[in-house]
């Protein structure tokens, strides 16, 4: 070859070349590209050592890397003429310049690829430590031709127990320890991803090593290589967060007292049971079951041993039924069965039956046997499309039935029960407007006093209010048709405090009209048994007054004897307030309950009144005679007065004054009447006339 041709390919070559003595590093020659690359003219160049553009001592450095005499390549760092640094890949070989030893030196600029490998050797290191360290699993296929395998970070061992090298041992593994129960699930879910490419995602279960159950949330996807995809995904431990979440469910679905079910849940498992039985023709069954006299029992046993019997007849019912019945707590008292896939209502029946018997035994609570029965509703879904709020209303309609029929029975939903639920329903709905809609009124019964002198008259002094309802279809409903409706659904809190803030407001109207009633009239108020347990009733009573301006003393509430026994030493608290307050006390219906005489003395009252049903037998039965001759002495023993209810006839009104009795009310007098009649009756009484003449 002409040295002109190597000339030109030394000048002409995209590296930079520079040719030194290999005794002294002398650079001999340098092309255009060198001169370019260092930044030094070509003539700087040539002249100046080798070592000169090295960063490193050059003899060590060459000692190092290279076989001396005999060249090879290796990295160094230069410097250029301005003092920047360059990283050059050096490639050397021996030549034979003018009789001398020299080196040829190819130098490349390889900074750029240096500076790209380092950030990429940087990542790396990044990524693995992450990988290395996030508390999670990182996984990928690593399979080859012969084997499938699987890398996993190490995490899996903190999670699992196996060690990656044990992942990577066994291409089974992740078959072994996927639970069975997700096992169909998560394979048919990767099929998936496999077919279609799409993202897995996914929560299913492992087993540990040691057995324990963890849930992983696992995300995954097919990165596509040569060969196809492979799996690359992430697997969290989630096996708190899925505790979390079931307590969180339990909650939300269960009765925290006896972990049973809850009406949420019930009526969720109705639903199913309902929409299923359409398919498949099956027969669901509902039973709806109320502790019988369940307040006097934990009023006896106290909270604590309320709750107890609760757990314990709890745990009996769940003994008497199957596995696949559900039993759910849906009120304070309240249990409700659902009975799937059973033949008929005979099914239905046996199970309720079992259950009352069952519920004879007696329990232990807290260290003392205890009784308790059941009243027991059962249903079908007898029709199609029968929700399962309607199922379970049917069978507490059944239920209800039940307990009026005797303690401790059951009744079957008949469709007779079907017409006055419905009918219930819409007076309950009713009932919830009425006093907005104005439909409530107060009736007024007088009340007199029965002269002690043969020659004196009865008079009026008193009024009791009664609540009326006017219906707009319906007419005039008295209360016995919807004030236990009330009382069930606590709408009986707003009508009594309205009756009672009426009432109030019509007796001051009247003593401000009429100056000779300021002072004598009183006016009494039925308290139900719901409004007299209420915490705020003293607070009801004081603002009732003090909006309507009444004197406390002319207003008297009456309780019925059935209220006050239920809890009496609560009782004997609440009535105590209200006295403090200056109102008076009358015990109503006296003798329809169990009241325990010995605890009458400790009753801060002042009335009793007779009930209406021992009054009306009065003339021709000889029992009720001695029964409210002796209700009679006992109020004077007492220091009470006695007051006769339902009075109808002269010959009761007769008995009564001949007993002593201190005053009366009753259709002999005058029935319940409207507010303008009252009023006429109380104006004619204070001249002398009208009720108080008709009555002698
Ligand atoms: P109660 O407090 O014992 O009221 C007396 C009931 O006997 C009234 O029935 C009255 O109309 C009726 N009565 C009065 N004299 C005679 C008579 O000579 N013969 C007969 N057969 N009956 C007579 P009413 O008004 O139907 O009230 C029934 C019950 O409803 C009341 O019994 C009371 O317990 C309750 N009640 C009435 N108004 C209210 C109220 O505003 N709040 C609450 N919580 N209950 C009320
Ligand atoms: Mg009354
Ligand atoms: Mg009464």
Redesign the pocket.
Known sequence: MPESLYRALFEGAADAMLLYDLKNGTILAANERASEMYGFPEEELVGKEIGDLSLYNWVEERVENLAFNEGGHFDSVHLRADGTRITVHLSESIVEHEGERAVLCIARDVTERRRAEVRLQKAEKRYRSLVEHVPAVVYADASDEVSSTLYMSPYIEKMLGFSPEEWMGDGDLFLKVLHPDDRERVLTESIQTNVTGKPFKMEYRLIAKDGRVIWVRDEAVLVQDGNGGRWQGVMMDITNLKELEEQLERRTFHDSLTGLPNRALLSDRLEHALSRRHRLEETVGVLFLDLDNFKVINDALGRGGGDELLVAVARRLRSCLRTEDTVARVGDDEFAILLEDISGVRDAVRVAENIERQLREPFEVSGSRTFVTASVGVAMNSSDGIQPEELLHDASAAMFRAKHKAKGSYEVFDLSMHARVAERLKLETDLRQAIEKGEMR??Y?PKVLLPTGPKSAPRVVGV?????WEHPERGLI???NF?PL??ETDL?VP??NW?LREACRQAREWQEEHQGLEGSLFIS????PR?FRRPDLTRMVSEALRDSGLDPHALVL?I?ETAVMEDIEAAVCTLQQLRDLGVRLSV??FGTGYSSLSYLKHLPVDFL?I??SFV?GLDKDSTDLAIVSSTISLAHALGLESVA????TAEQLERLRALGCDMA????FA??LSNGKAGAVLEAGLNGRGIAERAR
């Open positions: 107060v009736h019964q009791e209010a009664l609540i009326r008295l209360p016995e004030i009330a009382e009986i009508i009594d009756v108020v039925n308290l139900s409004q009456e019925t109503d219906d009144k009930d209406r009306n209810e339902g009075v109808e009310q009753g259709f002999y029935e319940p």
